[in-house]
């Protein structure tokens, strides 16, 4: 049978204000994603939110299409028309070539599974859309879940101008039960997709992926985050993050952020070149107080 367009059953969807779905193996998994494809990827689950049942179980079945009109995703991630169209291009001629990667640790040593993402993707220029075909493969991990999944709306994400802060929000979220997430270097690396040329150096993955990345959720998102390192001997071979997602308002600068790391380094980062700042600021009170909130739940859910 023929795969649907799935957004048939909801044409008038609002991508933003729709859930964007994955399962935990999935958002710790290398997603390979460039920031533009992993916008045109977030908007197509998100237009696959909220559908019939049936509907579902056809899609798992035979694979799903779903439709993003230039002018949608310029709404939903604040860019002009233009950047847009240019965008959904490049996006469409890389896509259907990107996998999922998704390392699982048996008895007998590492198991590695490839998923592409899309079975199909046409972009079609003179009407300012893109068409991306999810593979019946991938559907095990985005529809129907009941358990041990990521669920935020996408407009939590759609402000963000770096992939790595995307997927660090992920990485959390999947996490946000408990509010710490300890990791390996390596496996931190492989769900980051940080480039093996920043892999051999920590301080690299430092300064162009952790603090950034944190910088940028707790200006965007209001995320409280506490991160440290674990050695042996000199060598960083792991990573522990406590954070708490709810209760801090976005602030405009980040200097009066508390987490470790997240501004250090912020002045160097080319891409905070393009961060406004956010009209509504919080009182001096509300910030201490919810801080100190906070920092209560941080240290009720670690040790």
Not at 27 to 39: I, P, Q, T
Not at 129 to 150: D, K, M
Not at 276 to 296: F, G, Q, S, W, Y
Request: hydrophobic letters at 40%; charged letters at 25%.
């Amino acid at each position: 049978m023929k795969n649907q367009d799935i957004q048939k059953f909801d044409p008038e969807a609002q991508a933003s204000d729709n859930n964007v779905n994955m399962s935990n193996a999935l958002a710790r998994a290398s997603h390979g994603l460039s920031l533009a494809e992993k916008r045109v990827i977030a908007m197509g689950l998100a237009l696959t939110d909220s559908v019939p049942a049936m509907a579902l179980i056809d899609a798992a079945r035979n694979g799903w299409s779903v439709k993003i009109m230039a002018l949608d995703y310029a709404k939903t991630f604040d860019l002009d028309v233009n950047t847009a169209y240019e965008q959904l291009k490049a996006a469409g001629d890389q896509l259907v070539q990107r996998q999922v990667c998704e390392i699982v640790k048996t008895k007998r040593g590492q198991k590695s599974i490839k998923t592409n993402w899309c079975a199909q993707v046409i972009y079609h220029q003179g009407e300012g859309w893109v068409s991306i075909e999810f593979t019946r493969y991938i559907a095990p991990h985005l529809l129907a879940l009941r358990s041990q999944f990521v669920t935020y709306k996408l407009k939590q994400a759609a402000a963000l101008r770096s992939v790595y802060s995307w997927r660090l929000f992920e990485c959390l979220q999947s996490w946000q039960s408990t509010g710490l997430w300890v990791t390996s270097i390596e496996d931190f690396a492989h769900a980051m997709d940080v480039p093996e040329k920043y892999r051999t150096d920590f301080t690299d993955i430092r300064r162009r992926v952790i603090e950034p990345a944190i910088a940028e959720l707790i200006l965007k998102n209001g995320l409280l985050i506490e991160w440290k390192t674990k050695k042996a001997g000199r060598k960083v071979t792991g990573l522990e993050f406590r954070f708490a997602f709810e209760g801090l308002k976005p602030m405009v600068t980040p200097e009066k952020t508390k987490a470790k790391g997240a501004y250090e380094n912020y002045k160097n980062v080319e891409a905070y070149k393009m961060v406004t700042p956010l009209p509504e600021v919080p009182t001096p009170t509300d910030i201490a107080d919810k801080i100190a909130m906070l920092r209560n739940a941080l240290k009720g859910s670690g040790s």
